[in-house]
């Protein structure tokens, strides 16, 4: 007997109605004849979704049997599935279950034309197949119900028996409480249910993929049959064993789940959910700069759990009440708040460098390195305060408010924190209209300090470019702006591009004969960062020059000459330091004067390679 023609289940998931609309015009009269041979029950027929139970048997018109689901006729036993408008089958098929009833059992008589012999048929017929004569498929629709193709090799399908509630489903790594029951397509039960439900965690292979991927799909509280092709039923905890499995049908009910979250990627900081919140994930949660309120408890992951902290206990029964982003508690407990809704309770466990090694003042009970856990509840918040509407005076004074706070967290060492308290004023400047008068004038010049304090904390996180960015905002309405060309020169030496920085520094002398004393130390400092990168320089390429191709040499200073021009560097070396620290005017101003710090060897060679170049004798090398 043939194989089975109709387990071809790998059809496109989109089926355009003009093609289906196409093949039907292939019907003739005559072409497909029906006789039921026992009624079904009720009146709903399948439609385009549905999903279809059947047995079948395939006959000649003489009576010999072609192919058969059935073991009586020869076949396996196994029901087949379809999901009418996605599945690959033939045209006879597609017109014949939406007249069918559950339970009924009728004889289709169709014409070559509309099985296999159709022009462009989806389902290749087996070797030997009679495709090309009219045949006889007696069929007995089992079951048909609204169906969810998962995976578009048709390897998960999911019907739903009891709708579920809310709109969330489990992902990894979330924590499953689930009914499974598991049994083959003809009934043999694999893994029988149990009152006590499986416990189980995404992602950690404790059950078959295709299960989880199902599970994946449903929300809470739902029923649903999940039907599994071997190639999803990988081995597991609750399946060790798949060997001599077809397809699995596992009717899953969906008791809990609760929400994990790998805040890091590490699977160092989770926040796992106890207690749902309010509202919908995650529009409802708190934005930037929300006015919080919190209950939460602190303890160490030790053995006896020790609590260092209880609001509920410390804080007099009252809540704890912070702004977010001003770090004002630990960056691992902000974060896990900013993806609760309110009402949510959670516990965090924290690694110590998200907890409290970072964070000052550490509690008395915490020892350095110490790994913490939170139990948080989110009572409510405030969303930040609508500058729509406000006068000029009450903008530049709720500015004042969040500027002062940046500079505070930039004191700290929080450089990201202040970089976004600074970047949100700005942001609400650009809806502001300065009055033409002296307060317009402070208006621009705050802003104009603003983006200064910006290209700072660009600086001392080590983005050069963006800083310099930011000096181009002021710079491009003034070109004189002092503070502007020394920050920008303070991130072209950063960056290596020395010729750019001194270009900066001697442009302050131009601008402001007052800011003299600052920009010749300015470049006092930069001759040195140019000696210092030139010395490293030649120790780097010393004797590259002079070898054949394919040739390595280290670089070592061992000549009498080296090491008298090592000496002589030294000691410029040492008097250059002694110029630059005899003016500290420049660090005078400590809320717009930052001095960035140095930047990697590689990051400032490169930008002056021609001048180092030019320094070792090799002004006619070609770098290749």
């Known amino acids: 007997m043939a194989d089975d023609p109709y387990s ?8 355009a109605s003009e093609e289906a609309e196409k093949r039907r015009k292939k019907l003739k009269p005559g072409s497909l004849m029906k006789a039921v041979v026992r009624s079904g029950d009720g009146d709903a027929t399948p439609c385009d979704g549905d999903q279809v139970i059947f047995h079948y048997t395939t006959r000649t018109e003489e009576g010999a049997v072609v192919y058969s689901t059935r073991t009586e006729f020869g076949g396996k036993g196994n029901p087949q599935r379809l999901v009418l408008g996605k599945s690959k089958m033939i045209l006879g098929f597609a017109e014949a279950f939406p007249t069918m009833l559950k339970g009924e059992i009728s004889i289709f008589k169709m014409k070559p034309e509309i099985h296999y012999a159709e022009e462009d048929c989806p389902v290749e017929a087996p070797d030997g197949f009679p495709k090309d004569v009219e045949l006889n498929f007696e069929i007995e629709l089992l079951a048909f119900s609204k169906a969810k193709v998962i995976r578009e090799d048709f390897g998960v399908v999911k019907t739903i028996v009891t709708e579920g509630q809310g709109w969330e489903s489990p992902r990894t790594p979330y924590e499953v ?109 708190p934005l930037h700069d929300s006015l919080l309120r919190v209950h939460y408890k602190g303890m160490l992951l030790n053995e006896e759990k020790t609590v260092f902290y209880d609001t509920r206990i410390d804080n007099n029964g009252e809540p704890l009440e912070f702004s977010s982003g001003e770090g004002l508690v630990p960056e691992g407990l902000e974060m896990a708040v900013r993806l609760m809704l309110p009402g949510e309770v959670c516990s965090v466990t924290c690694p110590p460098d998200y907890a409290y090694d970072k964070f000052t003042p550490r509690p008395a009970k915490v020892p350095e390195g110490a790994r913490v856990q939170w139990e948080i509840e989110l009572i409510d918040f405030k969303k930040p305060k609508d500058w729509t509407g406000l006068t000029f005076e009450e903008i530049m004074e709720e500015a004042d408010k969040i500027k002062n706070t940046g500079n505070r967290l930039f004191k700290e060492g929080k450089f990201e924190l202040s970089k976004a308290k600074y970047e949100k004023v700005l942001r609400e400047y650009n809806h502001v209209n300065p009055p033409d008068d002296e307060a317009g004038k402070i208006f621009v010049n705050s802003r104009n300090l603003l983006h200064l304090n910006v290209a700072a904390c660009y600086q001392k996180l080590g983005e050069c470019r963006k800083s310099i960015e930011s000096c181009n905002k002021v710079l ?59 010395k490293k320089a030649r120790k780097q390429f010393k004797g590259l020059f002079d070898k054949k191709p394919g040739e390595i040499s280290e670089v070592v200073l061992d000549s009498p000459s080296d090491k008298k021009l090592e000496e002589k560097e030294q000691i410029e070396s040492e008097n250059l330091k002694d110029a630059t620290t005899t003016n500290p005017s420049t660090e005078r101003d400590a809320e717009f004067a930052f001095e960035g710090e140095t930047a990697g060897f590689f990051s400032r060679l490169f930008p002056s390679a021609r001048r180092v170049f030019s320094n070792l004798g090799l002004n006619r090398c070609s770098v290749l």
């Open 476 to 534: 491009d309405g003034n070109p004189v702006h002092v503070k502007a060309l020394y920050r920008r020169g303070m991130a072209h030496m950063q960056a290596g591009d020395f010729e750019e920085a001194k270009q900066d520094f001697e442009a302050m002398i131009k601008a402001d004969k007052s800011a003299e004393s600052d920009a010749t130390a300015a470049l006092a400092k930069l001759k040195q960062k140019e000696q210092e990168t030139e």
């Open 177 to 285: 409480t689930a009914r499974v029951h598991a049994s083959t397509v003809d009934g043999k039960v694999i893994l029988p249910s149990k009152e006590e439900p499986y416990f189980f965690t995404l992602g950690n292979s404790e059950v078959p993929e295709g299960l989880e991927i199902g599970i994946g799909s449903m929300a809470k509280s739902e029923k649903a049959k999940i039907y599994v092709t071997r190639d999803y039923l990988s081995k597991s905890t609750l399946m060790p064993s798949t060997e001599g499995l077809g397809e699995v049908v596992f009717e899953v009910e969906l008791v809990h789940f609760i929400q994990v979250r790998d805040m890091l990627g590490d699977g160092r900081l989770i926040k796992r959910r106890i207690v749902d919140g309010r509202g919908e994930f995650p529009m409802d949660c």
């Open 8 to 15: 071809d289940f790998s059809g496109s998931k989109k089926k």
